[in-house]
């Protein structure tokens, strides 16, 4: 299956929650590209862990959403100290500002949500969206990166990614 | 139900502190000390068995922060950066279940015997 197909599959699969629409090819990125790429995924992770913190009473989602915030913060230090090293900067691209417009359009919808319903559709969208990066991670951004040390730093976002991946899948089977 | 132990955290690489929860445990010079490397989101190995007196020390080579938690409450690392570690001797035998408190799908056990 290539990429691209992967991709819509993907999308199709999670149809009911968000899914990450393209705007650029993930295989025409340059490894800064890939980089800003990862760090915008993660802030953007970030933001919806805080948004669950201040909406959610669940214990189980809170404990879930500081993970969030303490592993994709951990994730995003060291990708800016290897950036630093390396002396290079991220880039902006298609890609990356596609992920914020969906971003904020969701965050948009979940701010309006409480209770039980807010838990459910932020750990389903948890789920989708790690599912969704992990397969962008690990079949576009890690065979086309070219420096050894990012592809190295992305082979260890994707440990933690998958594991972010089945604790939701546990938060989501809990909630049904 | 917490059991007698004594801790040691080392942060940083620095030995940092030494915090004993029930006295001072006597150290025999032929008590040993394992190492557990926390990496890919697991402990390993996740199953081991030690003498009265072993040391065990924890070590996280993952980017995430884990913790070592026992499932009794008897010990606790708090948060382990990547690169920091956590020791501590096992004074009294039996079972001693722990996770790391972030990560649900990590659990391991280390079995104390005489």
Redesign the interface.
């Known amino acids: 299956m290539s990429i691209k197909n992967l991709l819509i599959a993907s999308a199709i699969c999670f149809a009911t929650v968000p899914s990450i629409s393209l705007a650029q090819s993930p295989s025409d990125l340059n490894d800064l590209e890939i980089a800003h790429v990862a760090y915008t995924a993660s802030n953007i992770d970030i933001r919806n862990a805080h948004l669950a913190l201040a909406l959610s009473d669940n214990a189980e989602v809170r404990a879930f959403a500081e993970t969030m915030i303490r592993d994709h913060t951990a994730v995003n230090d060291l990708a800016l100290g290897l950036l630093e090293k390396l002396g290079a900067q991220a880039q902006d691209n298609g890609l990356s500002q596609s992920l914020n417009e969906q971003s904020a359009a969701f965050l948009a919808e979940l701010s309006g949500l409480s209770g039980g319903t807010f838990d459910k559709r932020y750990a389903e969208n948890e789920l989708a969206y790690h599912m969704a990066v992990n397969d962008l991670v690990a079949n576009a951004f890690i065979p086309n990166i070219e420096n050894d040390e990012v592809r190295d730093l992305f082979k260890q976002a994707l440990t933690i990614f998958t594991a972010h991946q089945e604790h939701s899948q546990l938060i989501v089977d809990e909630l049904n | 139900m917490a059991k007698p132990i004594q801790r040691r955290v080392f942060l940083r690489g620095a030995f940092a502190t030494a915090t004993a929860l029930c006295g001072a445990a006597i150290v025999r010079a032929e008590d040993a000390t394992h190492q557990i490397v926390i990496d890919?989101?697991a402990f390993a190995p996740d199953d081991l068995q030690i003498t009265v007196g072993d040391s065990v020390s924890w070590i996280n080579r993952?980017?995430?922060?884990h913790t070592v938690s026992d499932i009794d409450e008897g010990f606790e690392s708090g948060?382990l950066?990547?690169g920091e570690s956590f020791a501590m001797a096992f004074l009294e035998p039996g079972r001693y279940g722990y996770i790391c408190k972030?990560?649900?799908?990590m659990k391991a056990t280390i079995i104390v015997s005489r």
């Open positions: 890919g989101f993952d980017a995430a922060p948060t950066r990547k972030f990560h649900p799908k």
